[in-house]
C-alpha cells in the first residue's frame, strides 16, 4: 500500500490549549521536514464547549505535500486523543476508535458535563465502562490522569497530552522535535516540558492505563469504647461499619446519649429486618436505614452549620484549596442567609411560634468567619448545641423519625418482606436541603408518608405495587425542581394568553 | 481582543521568494495584500474574525501601504463599503460569516451587484456551515445566484486558495461583478503554507488619491438603469465570466481510469471525497485518483462547456454538494437535458445527505453506494463493503460496551460571565411572577437559552430581539423581557429601540453591556471601554438610549444578583408605561482577565499588596440537591465523590478554575439557597496590619478552637 498519512483527532474542551497542542505538534513535524496539516472547529465551542482537533502528518521526509482530509474519517483515525474521559467515549460511539488501527489517548479525569451536573440525586455519567471498554475497542490504549500529572507538573493537561502522544508511539515524530516545539513557544516551556515527560513517561511505562479505584476513607475519630463495645456485642458484621461511622457522628453532632438512642433505634429496625427475612438480603434493609438514619438525626440545623464552620479542620480544609503561598493570608468570609425559621428551629415552641408566623425571606450576611468577631458570632451559635434537644425542631425531627422508622418496621412485617421497607428506607433522602428545598422535599416526604406508608388500603393492593408507588414517588420528588420545567408556570403562561 | 496577531503582521510583510506558514483564513488575508487591495472591512464572527483582527493590529503596515482597514457597524455597512469599487478603479475585500452576514448584506448587495463593478470586489465568506457551526444552516450559494454574484469555493489548500484569491479580483474586474470566496470553517482554520509574493500598493489610497469624483447615472438603480442593469447582468456580464473561467482554468479536472464514471465535486469537497478513495483503495496520498474528477473552484456560474465535456462518455456522474437546495444538481441536470443529453445519469443527494455537512463518515458511505450502484468495471464492491460496515460494526460494540449516549457538551456562559447572574436573576424573578416569555438575541446571550437557564423562546437574528418581541408582547398579560447584548445593540439594536420608544412600546429591555463583541474574540464597538485613543472615542449606551428618547433607565451591577432581582421586578412592574431600559454592566470576563492580570501579577512581583479572590463550598454542609447548579451552570461550580463515607450522592463543590466572580455565592443569598458558600481571599503581600490582625486572630480563634 502507498504511503498514507498519520491521522490524529483530538477531542478536547475549551479553554484547555488544544490549539496550542496542535500548533506544537505542526512545530515538531515542520522540524522533521514532514508535511503536516492541522484544522480546527473552535467556533463557539471555545466557550467551555466540547471541541475538536484534526491533524494529518505525512510519515515520509521531504515529500511533495499531499492531499490531506480537513474532516476526520470514522475508520480512518490513527490516534485519538481526548483531554477528558466522556469525550475519548464519544469518540468510541462515533467510531473514530477502530481496533484496527486506532491508539487511543486519553486522560481518566471527568469534567462534569451540565446535563450530569444539574441533576439533584447522582447523575454522572458511568465513566467507568469508558475505561473498560478503551483496551477492547482501540488497537492500543493508553489511559491515565493527565490533569492530576499536569498540576503535580505546575502546567496545564495540553502539555501532559502531547507527552502521551509522543511516547505513545504512532506519531512519526522524535521526542527532541517535539520538545523542541515546546521549547520555541518560549512563555511556560519549562513547566510544559515537565508535563510533557511525565506524560511520555507514563504513556512508555509496561501498565500505561489506570483504571482508577475510589477509596473513601472515614477521617472521624471512632466512637466512645463503649458505643463500640455496644456495636460489637449487638450487631452483627455487616452493619459494624456504617455503625461505628453513624456513632461517631453523632456524638460529634450531640453527645453519648444520642448515639445511644441511635443505636436503640437501629436494634429494632434491626429485629424486624430478621424477622422479614433481611439475613438473605446481607441484612441491607438495616444497613441503609442506619445510614440515612444517622444522616437525618444530624440534620444541619444553624447550630450545626456554625460548628461545621467554626473547626479548626475547616479552617484547614480551605486554606489548602485556597493554596496561598509563603505568608500570604487567607480570609473566609460566609454567605449566609439564616431565616426566622431556621432561628426558630433551635427556640423552645413557645418562643419559636411567634417567631414562624412572621418568618421572611431571611437576612443575607457576609459574616468574615476567620475574624474574631465573625468567628465568635458564629461559635456562639454552635455553643448552643447542649440546648438543641429544648429547642423546636428537635422535638418535631423526633417525632417524625419514629414515624419513618415505624412504617419501616411495620412495611417489613406486614408484608414480610424486605424490599418493600426498603423503598420506605430510602425516602430518607429526601431530607435534605436548607430553605425552600428542604421545605418541598419534606411535603413530598410527608405524603409518601401519609398516602402510602400509614394508609392501610395501600398495602391492600399488594406488596409490589405499593413498592412501586412509594419508589415513583420518591424518585420525582427528588428529581424535582428545575430538572425539568416546572409545568405550573407553563400552565399559567398558557394561561395568560388573552382569550384562551 | 482575544488574541495578539503580532507574529502573523510578520507573516503579512512577507516578500517574493518565502514560504508562509499559517491559517487559511490568515492566507487569504496576505493574498488580498499580494492583489494590490485598497480598502478591506467586514464584520466578525467565526470563522473569519481573524481577517480582521489580523487587520486591525496591522494599521501600521497598511497605513505604509496606503489600503484602508475599516471594523464595519454590520454586514450591510461592509457590503455598502464595496460600492467605493462601483465607480473608481479600487479593488476591495470585505468578510462576513454567512449566511447570517449574507442575510443583513443583501440589501446593499443587491444594489451593488446590479450596479456593477470596475474595481475588483470581492467578499470573503466564512460559509459556517456543519460541526462547530452556531448559526442557522443556509447556504450562500442561493444567494449568488439569485443576485447573480460569481461564487468561488476553493479546494482548501492554501496555495490555491491564495491563487483563487487572486483570480477573484480578476474575475471581478473581467465581468464587472462582484465575487464571492467561500471558505468553509475547517478551511479558515486550516494550518498550511503557501509561497509568498511581494504586496502590492493599492493604485489609488492618500498617497495618490483620485482627484475627480465619479459620476455615471447608469450606476443607479432607478428606472431606466435598473433594467439595462439586469440585461448587462446575463447579456455581458455571465458570458465574460464564463470566458474567463475557462481561460484561466479556474475549474480542476482530473484524470481517471474508471470508465464510464465520474464525481464532479465544489473545490471544498475535494479532501474528503479523495480521503474517501483513498480508504477503498481507489486514490493515493497525493491525489492520484481512479475516478475522473471534475473540481469546481468555481461554483456559480457553471460553465456548460466545461459539465458537457466532463460528462460525455460517461454513465453516471456523482454530484458532491453540500447542503441544500441542491442548485449544482439541478443545474448539471438542466444543462445536459438542454444540450439534449440523455447520459450520464446525475446522481447527487440520492446517495449523500440532502441536508448536513458531508463529514468523512456522510462521504464514505454516498461515495461507497455510488460506486457499488454505478457497477463500473474495477470497483471492487467489496472492499467497500469492508469499509463501510467496519465503522458501523465499530459503532455497535461502542454502543454495547458503553450503553447510554455520553452526555452533550455544547458551549455555555465562560467562568465568571456577567451575563450569568443576569440569567440567574431573570430564573428567581420567574419564581415569583411565572414564566415569562424572555426574547433571546444572537451573541453569548443565546447560551441562556441552553441549560441549565432555558430561558429565551426565540431568536431572529443579531440585535433583533427587540423587534422579534413586538407582536409577542400584545398579546401576553405579562411584560416581555428582551434580552439583547451591547454588540447586537450597535448593530441593529438601536434601530427597535428607537421604534420602540417612538410607538410607546411596554415592554422590558436588558442590555448587557460587557464591552465587546465577545462571542467572536473581544472586538470592539462603539461603546467599548478602555480604548487605546487610535481606537476613537467610545459612545455611552446610555447617553444614547437618553438620546433616543429612553424614560425609564437603570443600570444594575451584574454580580449583586439581588439588585438585578429588584430591578426586574421593578421594571416588570412599574406602572409607567414606554419602553424599560436595564443596562446590565459587567465587562467580559475573558477581555477582563486579559487585562487585568498582567498588571496583578507585576504588582504582586513588585511587592504590593493584592487580594485574589475565589469561592468555596463546604462539603460537609451542603447536602447536594444541586439548585445552585440549576441556577448558575458556572462550569467552575460542578460536583466529586463525597468525602462522607454516609452519603453515596456526590457533594457540589467549586473547582481551582473559580475567579471569585462572586453570582454563586450572591445566588445563594438570592435565592435562599443554602449556608455552604464562602468567599475565600488570599492576601498577597499583606500589609504590616494584615499580619498583625492574621496574628491576633489565629490567636484568639486557637484560644477558642476554632484556627489553628
Redesign the interface.
Known sequence: M????VTILIGA???EGGGVL??WL?AAA?QEGLP?????????????????Y?LEI?PEKGA?????????????IDLMVASEL?EA??A????Y????RTTLVASTHR????????????G???AA??I??AP??ARKAVLFDMLKLAQEAGTVINAVLFGAMAGCGVLPLSREACENAIRNTGKGAEASLRGFAAGYARATSAAPVDGRT?A????RKPASSALSARIQAEFPEVLRD?LE??AA?LVDYQDTAYARLYLDRVAEVLAADREAGGEANALLLTRETA?LL??WMSY?DVIR?AD?????S?????RK?????E?????????????ANEIADILPAFLAEPLRRRAG??R?M?LP????RG??AM?ALAWLRPLRRKGSRYRHEQILMERWLGAIKYLALAARDVELPLEMAQCA?LQ??????HRR?REAFLAILDDLADNGQALARGADALKQAIRQAREAALLN???K?DP???R??AA???GA | MELSFKSEIVKLRLGAGHTFHGEGILAVTKALLQSGVSYVGGYQGAPVSHLMDVLSDAHEYLDELGVHFESCANEAGAAAMLGASINYPLRGAVTWKSVVGTNVASDALSNLSSAGVIGGAVIVIGEDYGEGSSIIQERTHSFAEKSQMWLLDPRPNLPNIVNMVEKAFQLSEASSTPVLLELRIRACHVHGSFETRDNVAPRHSQRNPIRKPAYDPTRIPLPPHIYNQEKHKVEVRLPEALKFIQREKLNDFVEGDLEGVGFILQGGMYNTAIRALQQFGLADAWGKTRVPLYILNVTYPLVPEEIIRFCSGKRAVLVIEEGQPAHIEESINSILRGASLQEPLVIGKDVLPAAGEYTGEAMLNGIGDFLKLSGAAGVDRKAIDAVIDGVSSAKTRAKEMLGAAVPPRPPGFCIGCPERPVFSAIKLIEKEMGGIHVSSDIGCTTFSTLEPFNLGSSVLGYGLSLAAAQAVSPNLDKRVITVMGDGGFWHQGINAVANAVFRNDDGVLVIMNNGYTSATGQQIIASSPNLPQEEGTPISIESTLRGLGVKWLERVPNYQVSEVVEVLRRAMTTTQTGLKVIIADGECMLARQRRERPILAQKVAAGERVVRTRFGIDEDVCTGDRACIRLSGCPSLTIKDNPDPLRTEPVTTINSSCVGCGTCGENAHAAGLCPSFHRIDVIQNPSGWDRFMHGLRRGVLGLLGGAR
Open positions: 502507498s504511503p498514507q498519512p474542551l475549551g479553554g496542535g500548533d505542526i515542520l503536516a496539516q492541522k484544522t480546527s472547529v473552535p467556533g463557539v465551542s471555545q466557550r467551555t464547549g466540547a471541541t475538536t484534526y505525512f511533495t505535500a499531499p492531499v490531506m482530509a480537513l474532516v476526520p474519517t470514522p475508520g480512518a466522556i467515549g464519544r468510541m460511539q462515533n467510531a476508535i477502530t481496533a484496527e469534567v462534569y458535563a451540565t446535563a450530569e451536573k444539574k441533576i439533584p440525586t447522582d454522572r455519567y458511568n465502562k469508558i473498560e471498554a477492547k475497542l475510589v473513601i476513607e472515614s477521617s456504617v461511622e453513624a457522628r445510614r444517622a444522616l444541619e452549620v461545621l464552620k467554626t473547626r479548626a475547616r479552617f484547614e480544609r480551605v484549596e485556597a493554596a496561598p503561598k505568608g500570604q493570608i487567607v480570609v473566609i468570609t460566609d454567605y449566609l442567609k439564616p431565616t425571606a431571611g443575607a457576609k468567619t476567620s475574624t474574631v468567628f465568635l461559635r433522602r435534605r436541603g436548607y430553605g425552600e428545598t422535599s425542581e428545575a430538572c420545567p405550573l408556570p407553563r399559567e403562561q395568560l394568553y388573552r
